[in-house]
């Protein structure tokens, strides 16, 4: 239960909701344990009448008992549908407050959370784990009130009747109590064994969905399928294993409940020979010991939800104890206006070791345009991720408008840095949203297409039947690599960045478009702050600087005329590329 304690919070937060569902639930059963006890002073009642009286009374008696009896029954409805009403509404609302929190934690973790971490495991953990979760604050925690308190009450009722005749009854109940604690520690490995199989299973299956074109180009379908099948094979088993304890656990349970009813028949019959106990006395017993079978038996079920909350719950506790490496040093209002310096910078990544940046220097003013040249692992793409502080450097020092950048506000600088990755993602949406996505205020279309116009892009859109309202498959899957590329050079411009990040982006475009697209941000009337890396010379052209990379060093910086001057690798790239594309 450790692990739930961290759930506490919230029944403080709903805290009425919680009290007035232990009320009614404390209501509702005093009307049902009420119910037995009218039994047996009416049976007792309706045998004395039956022998003295006339028939009509007591027909009459039985009219009024069985009146009296439903609206008993009435009142313990009432007040059993306002204790769903309370608990399981409390329950759903405490739901809706965890997948807020694990969605938020989510967007507070750095990128190298997510390296480490499995897409398919997070969102078990958002979906499945979250909805164990509530089962326990839900039917779990409103069926342990309701057991509590109707074995309290009927307990005591049993002992007001007759001590002797509770005190046999009530034998079965510490072997009952055994038995739950032995089985409750198998019931938690178990769960969380599955919990920990069926977030592995979603993993598999949302790459396969992901990868899907990958694996029917490469003919792997079968392989794919086979994959998934071990794994569901063994995700059945772990869970056939709980299934088993949970079968074996509720016979038992009703054993023993079978076994308190068959000594209330026995014993209760010889203290009725005795004259020590009347025949509606036995009824009410057995009226009692069957209100209490539901509340034992569901003491199996109780607790395989709150083994299976645990283990859920005890996932999400590690991932919300995660702090990200890279927060927000200040409140204060930062306007960025696109200078940036690096300063012996250097990185190495943890996880693998790689020295990525090796004490790397240069400036960069403000409406300038520098270009990152280098070899697939020189290091380019870590450049851009230390100057968006996605991931910090290990030493030296990075300085935008003169300010270190570890001490600034983290959350102005990006909405002031536009990027646009090779790697491009599109939403599931229309155009004009995936266009609009960074913008903090409402954009009109014309601003939409004049973005659209500037990555030479809206004369294919416009084209489309429904314009900027098309919907866009999955990723983007209904348009090709350059329209992709070209939409997300759209959602950059649109936000008018101070510093705008090309990260080889014109990969999957047309020299002739590229040059289009490359003149259109020459005249961009902001004049933003421009990088842009690539592995093409010709992406390079506009830039007054180049930063040549290899193995995360630089080797070579200056204007483009002066590398081809120092006839270095910069020259040897360009040769080869003019050798590879006469028309380049």
């Known amino acids: ?176 109590s055994y038995l739950i604690y032995r089985v409750s520690n198998n019931i938690n490995a178990a769960s969380k064994s599955v919990q920990e199989e069926q977030s592995r299973l979603t993993t598999i299956a949302q790459e396969t969905l992901v990868n899907i074109r990958l694996i029917k180009a490469y003919n792997q379908n079968e392989a794919s399928q086979h994959k998934m099948q071990g794994a569901a094979e063994t995700y059945k088993g772990k869970s056939m294993r709980l299934v088993l304890i949970n079968a074996l656990f509720m016979p038992t349970i009703l054993l023993l409940i079978g076994a308190s009813t068959l000594i209330v028949i026995y014993v209760g019959g010889v203290l009725t020979e005795s004259k020590q106990l009347s025949l509606g006395a036995i009824v009410a017993f057995l009226f009692y010991v069957n209100n209490l079978t539901w509340p034992f038996v569901s003491i199996g079920w109780v607790t395989s939800i709150i083994q299976r909350a645990a283990a859920s719950q005890q996932r999400i506790n590690e991932f919300l104890a995660t702090e990200p490496t890279i927060t927000n040093p200040t409140k204060i209002p930062f306007k960025f ?148 590329q070209r939409i997300s050079i759209a959602r950059a411009l649109i936000r008018k960045p101070a510093l705008l990040i090309l990260d080889d982006c014109l990969s999957a475009v047309d020299t002739e478009t590229e040059e289009v697209i490359l003149n259109q941000l020459n005249q961009l009337p902001y004049k933003p702050t421009i990088i842009t890396v690539s592995h093409r010379i010709s992406t390079l052209r506009n830039c007054q600087n180049i930063l040549v990379l290899e193995e995360g060093s630089m080797v070579e910086y200056g204007n483009p005329q002066s590398l081809l001057d120092q006839k270095g690798q910069y020259f040897e790239m360009v040769k080869q590329q003019l050798n590879e594309s006469p028309n380049t």
């Open 1 to 176: 239960m450790k692990h739930l304690q961290r759930l506490n919070k919230y029944f403080i937060k709903y805290k009425w909701h919680f009290i007035l569902g232990t009320l009614f639930t404390v209501f509702s059963n005093y009307f049902g344990v009420q119910m037995p006890r009218y039994v047996q002073l009416s049976i007792d009642e309706l045998k004395a009448t039956g022998l003295s009286n006339e028939l009509n009374d007591a027909l009459w008696l039985a009219v009024r008992i069985g009146g009296l009896y439903l609206l008993l029954s009435v009142g313990k409805g009432f007040f059993l549908f306002l204790m769903r009403q309370t608990l399981i509404i409390m329950s759903r609302r405490i739901e809706y407050d965890i997948k807020n929190e694990v969605f938020n934690h989510y967007l507070s973790l750095d990128t190298a959370f997510y390296k480490r971490n499995r897409i398919g495991d997070l969102m078990n953990r958002i979906s499945e784990d979250v909805s164990q979760v509530r089962m326990y604050l839900g039917p779990g925690i409103m069926y342990s009130i309701n057991l509590v308190v109707l074995s309290v009450m009927s307990i005591y009722q049993m002992f007001q009747i007759n001590v002797t005749l509770a005190f046999f009854a009530l034998l079965p109940l510490p072997l009952m």
């Open 337 to 484: 206006e696109g200078n940036v310096r690096f300063s012996s910078v250097s990185l190495t990544y943890e996880d693998t070791g790689i020295h990525a940046i090796k004490n790397l220097s240069f400036d960069l003013d403000q409406g300038s345009q520098l270009g990152i040249l280098g070899r697939t692992g020189s290091g380019k793409s870590s450049v851009i991720a230390l100057l968006t502080r996605q991931i910090e450097a290990n030493s030296g020092a990075i300085e935008v408008d003169r300010q270190a950048l570890n001490s600034i506000n983290l959350y102005d600088l990006r909405k002031r840095i536009a990027v646009v990755s090779q790697d491009v993602f599109l939403f599931s949406d229309t155009i004009r949203n995936n266009v609009t996505f960074g913008c903090s205020e409402p954009v009109d279309d014309a601003t939409v297409i004049e973005a659209l116009k500037m990555a030479h892009v809206w004369h294919n859109i416009e084209e489309f039947p429904e314009g900027l309202d098309t919907l866009l498959g999955e990723l983007g899957v209904n348009l090709s690599g350059g329209q992709k």
